[in-house]
């Protein structure tokens, strides 16, 4: 008896320990409803990196019948946001998995992006919007943060390098500008003064 119960235990725990790679999960992504369907939204590749081949993981489950919903690719599409940029993008299946799409993109900046989903769902609208954050699927993170030994600037790096010094001597050349007009606004008030002071001096002298 107490074998059986050691060898039931033994069982249990290695389900256990199984059951993560037995079962594909789609970890740090958020979930939305649309009618009788569930959308698992997030990235491809996680945690996300800048600069890093990667793309939409999509998942659609019809909750009635617990059955992921197949042959979307023609009736829903995809928008990807970040700050004030939006592209739309055609999904595609991923191979292999039912229910499952993607559509590839190259995050080129760290930080929020959100993901659009529209269209319809075997006749049901959709027109969902998921941002990234801590509740719902990981922001992309800047390269720098993984790499080693230290990577070498992206192009977009040293745009963003140029930019930042652009705008710093444009605003030093501003606050030099403002400078010399005040300047030049003082020199004015005092010559008339001057020039005000210069013949009562001279009168008094001939006085």
């Known amino acids: 008896m107490k074998i059986a119960t050691r060898i039931a235990a033994l069982a249990v725990l290695a389900g256990a320990l199984l059951a993560?790679?037995?079962?594909?999960?789609?970890?740090?992504?958020?979930?939305?409803?649309?009618?009788?369907y569930e959308l698992v939204i997030g990235f491809l590749n996680e945690p996300a990196y800048q600069g890093e081949p990667n793309g939409l993981d999509l998942r659609v489950t019809n909750e009635k019948t617990s059955q992921p919903v197949k042959n979307l690719e023609d009736t829903l599409k995809a928008e990807l946001?970040?700050?004030?940029?939006?592209?739309?993008?055609a999904i595609h299946a991923q191979?292999?998995?039912?229910?499952?799409?993607?559509?590839?993109?190259?995050?080129?900046?760290?930080g929020t992006y959100t993901w659009r989903i529209f269209g319809t769902i075997e006749g049901t609208?959709?027109?969902?919007?998921?941002?990234?954050?801590?509740?719902?699927?990981?922001?992309?993170?800047?390269?720098a943060t993984v790499a080693f030994p230290a990577a070498e600037p992206t192009s977009q790096d040293l745009l963003d390098?140029?930019?930042?010094?652009?705008?710093?001597?444009?605003?030093?050349?501003?606050?030099?500008?403002?400078?010399l007009i005040a300047a030049l606004f003082v020199l004015l008030r005092k010559a008339p003064a001057k020039a005000q002071a210069a013949p009562a001096k001279a009168q008094g002298q001939q006085a």
């Open 20 to 36: 993560p790679i037995a079962m594909p999960t789609a970890s740090a992504h958020g979930h939305l409803k649309a009618g009788d």
């Open 81 to 89: 946001t970040y700050g004030g940029s939006k592209q739309e993008f």
């Open 95 to 110: 191979w292999g998995q039912d229910g499952a799409y993607t559509a590839d993109v190259i995050p080129t900046k760290a």
């Open 125 to 143: 609208p959709v027109d969902l919007s998921l941002t990234s954050g801590p509740e719902t699927f990981g922001n992309v993170n800047a390269k």
């Open 161 to 179: 390098q140029v930019a930042q010094a652009r705008a710093i001597g444009i605003t030093g050349i501003a606050v030099g500008a403002i400078a």
